[in-house]
């Protein structure tokens, strides 16, 4: 790793190409200068039709901290084992970098507007528009790799129309009060990429809320990565006029894509089949296993604590159900690791072939407490393993 003998550092990045033209008023350029005193500044041109030159469309002047700048400028210390810089793409712009070190010399470089440069693991483009805090910055990469959701936030609002349930007394009562009363129920769904978080809150009536926030690392960020922030949510069939409204029922949605490159896309409508995104069901479903995945914790688990500590003198019963069928049988087992749920082998029939079942209940006996005669009831032979046994033994 170099020494960070850079002073300055001027990369001007020009996102125009032979095959590429911008749109009036488009920003096309940006000039961005940082040094080590943590100055930063920031110029975007835009294009103008039927000018020669461009003009500018934005001046951004600002400081940041001495760490900031060091760690900013340690990472363009990766051009001093560059010789050379290929440029050879015409279908995107192009940058051009000046660094002038601690010593007065300066150092050129240039590439295409495609370059993605690496230091110590993370793409230097990432980083400049993560440590000055500027989503859409050229840089290197021209912001050519796929857009990435932040952050997804689902709004559901059901409003019922509560009809009274007694004879009204007075016909000179309030219109309003004779049309019944308004319950207004939400909910809202947040998934964002930052906190690593997923919040489900319920608001059920003034006073009442429910909230459960969930917090995985890299897992939130793998869920929001499975989502392509341009076709989710895009295609909405949408309801015909002749549809006959539930009156006194109005449920709604407003769901909001916010992207790291900036952008912000809002769609909204009724929360049915046709009124929500064709891909909505998919959507939720993967939010759902998240939302399981670690369950509602031991301390709601029946099997947690109904659980009896066995005795050195206890028998192990386990009722198990084979596949198809209602009825469970008792097994012994020596086994302490088996729980509920778990698949198991056992002899059955009167030929005792072995087969597969689910253990449905754990039981503790004592010799003379023990439901089946211990002599004359079979043991479990081992646990399922399904890398070892799925190709001898079927459960279905």
């Known amino acids: 790793m170099h020494k960070n003998t850079i002073k300055e550092v001027r990369l001007i990045s020009n996102n125009c190409s032979t095959f590429y033209k911008p749109a009036y008023d488009e920003e096309v350029q940006q000039e961005l200068t940082i040094n080590d005193k943590g ?48 440029n050879n793409a015409t279908d995107v712009g192009i940058w051009d970098l000046e ?20 230091y110590e693991g993370q793409d230097l483009s990432d980083l400049v528009r993560d ?52 319950w207004k129920y939400s909910e809202r769904l947040i998934i964002d990429r930052r906190s690593d978080t997923l919040e489900h809150i319920q608001h059920i009536t003034s006073g009442h809320k429910i909230t459960r926030k969930i917090e995985f690392e890299d897992m939130v960020k793998t869920l929001l990565d499975s989502f392509d922030p341009v076709t989710l949510f895009s295609c909405i069939e949408g309801n015909p006029e002749d549809i006959i409204d539930t009156l006194d029922v109005e449920k709604d949605y407003i769901i909001t894509i916010d992207c790291k490159n900036g952008a912000s896309r809002t769609i ?11 891909d909505f069901g998919d959507f939720i479903e993967k939010v759902i296993d ?45 086994d302490d690791s088996i729980e509920v749920g778990d698949l198991v082998i056992v002899p059955a029939g009167r030929d005792n072939h072995e087969t597969v079942v689910e253990v449905e209940e754990i039981e503790y006996f004592s010799e003379e407490d023990v439901p089946l005669p211990i ?13 070892i046994d799925k190709d001898r033994y079927k459960y279905a």
Do not use: H
């Not at 003009?55 to 363009?76: D, N, P, Q, V, W």
């Not at 070190?101 to 370059?115: A, F, H, Q, R």
């Open 39 to 86: 100055e930063v500044c920031l110029i975007g041109y835009d294009n103008v039709i039927y000018k020669q030159e461009l003009e500018k469309m934005r001046t951004e002047e600002f400081k940041i901290s001495g760490k900031e700048a060091e760690k900013l400028l340690a990472g363009f210390t990766v051009f001093f084992d560059y010789k050379d810089i290929v």
């Open 99 to 118: 660094i002038r070190g601690k010593d007065g010399n300066v150092s050129i470089y240039t590439g295409s507007l495609c370059t993605r440069i690496d």
């Open 131 to 182: 440590v000055l805090g500027i989503e859409d910055l050229f840089v290197f990469d021209g912001r050519s790799k796929p857009d990435l959701i932040n952050r997804i936030t689902l709004d559901y609002l059901r409003t019922t129309i509560i009809e009274p349930s007694y004879e009204w007394e007075y016909e000179e009562e309030d219109e309003e009060e004779r049309e019944g009363l308004t």
């Open 268 to 278: 909204c409508g009724s929360f049915d089949k046709k009124g929500l995104p064709d």
């Open 290 to 334: 998240l939302m399981y995945y670690y369950g509602f914790g031991e301390i709601f688990s029946k099997s947690n604590y109904n659980r009896v500590i066995r005795r050195k003198s206890d028998y192990i019963y386990c009722s198990v159900s084979f596949s198809g069928g209602y009825k469970t049988y008792y097994y012994i087992t020596d």
């Open 375 to 387: 002599e004359k009831t079979k043991r479990i032979i081992r646990k399922y393993n399904q890398k």
